[in-house]
Structures are given as structure tokens and as C-alpha cells.
T-cell receptor, first 114, second 116 residues
Framework: DSGVTQTPKHLITATGQRVTLRCSPR?????VYWYQQSLDQGLQFLIQ???????AKGNILERFSAQQFPDLHSELNLSSLELGDSALYFC?????????????FGEGSRLTVL | GENVEQHPSTLSVQEGDSAVIKCTYS??????FPWYKQELGKGPQLIID?????GEKKDQRIAVTLNKTAKHFSLHITETQPEDSAVYFC???????????????FGKGTKLSVKP
């Protein structure tokens, strides 16, 4: 158990809909990262938050947004969903945002868009 | 930006044999190279990492080597066991303890199967 909690574990929705994925980082970790894992693209970095502020952005679509709350949990919002958004979404946390160090991954949220 | 290529995409070995997975990176500024193992239904977990000030690091049956000149690094698993079966990801990033950093860029993964 990595200590990172993600909900929901599975989500099935229709095209055009909006969903929210939630992540609780390990106790004491200030950084939260979101990754998308699809079969052909591997692990794609989406966005990082550190202590409530956006720290870095990767290949995140404009239809996607995220935030980190004062209690350090984070939410990834996916809107106007398309079939191609079907993937496993991972949240990871780390102690600091100043250097990479070890990332602790949750077990992921599997999103299926029909 | 950084780009990490990983080979092979699948690897099948007999129990007790060695397995080698290779990665190349593009950004010469990258100085941190971790390897993650992802078991079925779970998130990736760090198994070993290396920083650019060393050429090799070993932890029991796993070792990682780094060639900065050629910009490639490899994972070596000796005496493989069925429980080593998983997907392995290499990654690269830039670390700066002064505050700046690059984000962890992953390779596309290698599915390792160890046959009893």
C-alpha cells in the first residue's frame, strides 16, 4: 500500500459527459502529480501541484483541469469526454516539489467512455 | 523536451535467467533515472534509481547502469523469479535541489514474463 488513495477505482460514462477523479496523497506529501496511462502511450504526465499551487504542466488537454485543495487532496476534472479519453488515470505524490525524488502512485482510476 | 525510448516492449525469460531492459533519453540535462515496476492492477512502484554522478547501482538481484555519454541506461535483473513478472518503466528527469526541476518522463514500458 503506497498510502495514496484514488477514487473511484472504475468509472463508466458516455461521450460528452464530465467526471471528477479524486486523489488523497500520502500523509505529509505536498506534491501531487496526475498521469494518464493508455495502452499505446504509456505513462503520460498531465499536471503537478505543490502545496496548492500548479507547479508544472504536461500534455494536459484544455478539456481537463485539476486543483489541489488546502487539505492537499487533489481532483482531476475531465469534461466533454471523448472515446479516446478512456484510460487509467494515476495520481502520485511526493514529499517535495523542489526535486523529483520518489513518486508514490495510487492504484489508479479506470475511466471508460462509451 | 525530454523523450525516453524503452526496449524491448515485451520480454520473456525462463526462471533463473537474466533480463535486461534498455532506455535512451534525449535531454543531456537529465540527471535522475528511476525504474518503476507495475504489477497487474496496481500503480507503478519505484524499485531502483540512479543519479548521474554514478555509473552503476545494485540492490540484491537488480542493478542499473548509466552511460551519460551515450545517454542510455539499463535495468538488469539476475536470477529471475515468477514474481518478477510485471511491466517495468524507465524514466528520466532533471533534479535541482535549488528548486527547479523537470518532470518525470516515462518510457512506454516493458512487459516482462518469467516462465517457471
Amino acid at each position: 500500500d503506497s498510502g495514496v488513495t484514488q477514487t473511484p477505482k472504475h468509472l463508466i460514462t458516455a461521450t460528452g459527459q464530465r467526471v471528477t477523479l479524486r486523489c488523497s496523497p500520502r500523509s505529509g506529501d505536498l506534491s501531487v502529480y496526475w498521469y494518464q496511462q493508455s495502452l499505446d502511450q504509456g505513462l503520460q504526465f498531465l499536471i503537478q501541484y505543490y502545496n496548492g499551487e500548479e507547479r508544472a504542466k504536461g500534455n494536459i488537454l484544455e478539456r481537463f483541469s485539476a486543483q489541489q485543495f488546502p487539505d492537499l487532496h487533489s481532483e482531476l476534472n475531465l469534461s466533454s469526454l471523448e472515446l479516446g479519453d478512456s484510460a487509467l488515470y494515476f495520481c502520485a505524490s511526493s514529499v517535495s516539489g523542489g526535486y523529483t525524488g520518489e513518486l508514490f502512485f495510487g492504484e489508479g482510476s479506470r475511466l471508460t467512455v462509451l | 523536451g525530454e523523450n525516453v525510448e524503452q526496449h524491448p516492449s515485451t520480454l520473456s525469460v525462463q526462471e533463473g535467467d537474466s533480463a535486461v531492459i534498455k532506455c535512451t533519453y534525449s535531454d543531456s540535462a537529465s540527471n535522475y533515472f528511476p525504474w518503476y515496476k507495475q504489477e497487474l492492477g496496481k500503480g507503478p512502484q519505484l524499485i531502483i534509481d540512479i543519479r548521474s554522478n554514478v555509473g552503476e547501482k545494485k540492490d540484491q538481484r537488480i542493478a542499473v547502469t548509466l552511460n551519460k555519454t551515450a545517454k542510455h541506461f539499463s535495468l538488469h535483473i539476475t536470477e529471475t523469479q515468477p514474481e518478477d513478472s510485471a511491466v517495468y518503466f524507465c524514466a528520466a528527469s532533471y533534479e535541482n535541489y535549488g528548486g527547479s526541476q523537470g518532470n518525470l518522463i516515462f518510457g512506454k514500458g516493458t512487459k516482462l514474463s518469467v516462465k517457471p
